[in-house]
């Protein structure tokens, strides 16, 4: 967990800074949890299907994800860069970043057009599924390293 926490800081750092998640730490960091996943169960057939296994669910799952929320092509490295330490729990991680991006556009929303407006914006489109489109893109964008480093963190305490 030292480790990832290492490398999701380091990204929190370059994200907030450059807006930008350098492709360095994302395979770094999968590489290394590869390595650590294998030297600590064992290297076996296995569990190297079960690491392509996770990483191709939480794949399509953040392809899924995407077609509402903007993140980057770094934050979905990163976060398939921790699948192989978290497997199942990646889900959930997941499901962290996005109610934490969700509560954050809504906060600035609220906070730049008031919370009657806000929640009528959000209810007219809500049946499309496309929350993040019925709020401008001036409070969508999202600190994604920084969002899956809290949500790393919650997972690991769950």
């Known amino acids: 967990m030292i480790i990832n926490t290492v490398f999701l800081l380091i990204a ?3 994200d907030s800074r450059y807006r930008k998640i350098p492709n ?3 395979y770094t960091l999968f590489i ?3 390595a650590w996943v294998l030297a600590v169960n ?3 057939v296995k569990m190297i299907i079960e690491i392509i296994k996770w990483v191709f669910i939480i794949f399509i799952l953040l392809n899924l994800i ?3 929320y903007k993140m980057g092509g770094g934050d979905i490295k990163l976060i398939l860069a921790l699948t192989p330490y978290l497997k199942s729990k990646t889900i959930i991680l997941c499901f962290f970043i996005l109610t934490i991006a969700l509560a954050k556009t809504i906060l600035f929303a609220v906070k730049e057009e008031g919370i009657k ?3 009528e914006r959000i209810k007219t489109e809500i049946l499309g599924l496309e929350i993040y489109k019925a709020l401008d893109k001036k409070y969508t964008h999202n ?3 920084l969002i899956i480093f809290v949500s790393f963190l919650l997972t690991k305490i769950i």
Do not use: P
Request: proline letters at 0%; aromatic letters at 10%; charged letters at 10%.
């Open 32 to 34: 290394t949890n590869v």
């Open 66 to 68: 995407i077609k509402g």
């Open 143 to 145: 600190n994604g390293a």
């Open 117 to 119: 407006t806000t929640f």
């Open 42 to 44: 064992n290297i076996s």
């Open 24 to 26: 360095e730490i994302s």
């Open 12 to 14: 929190v750092l370059f």
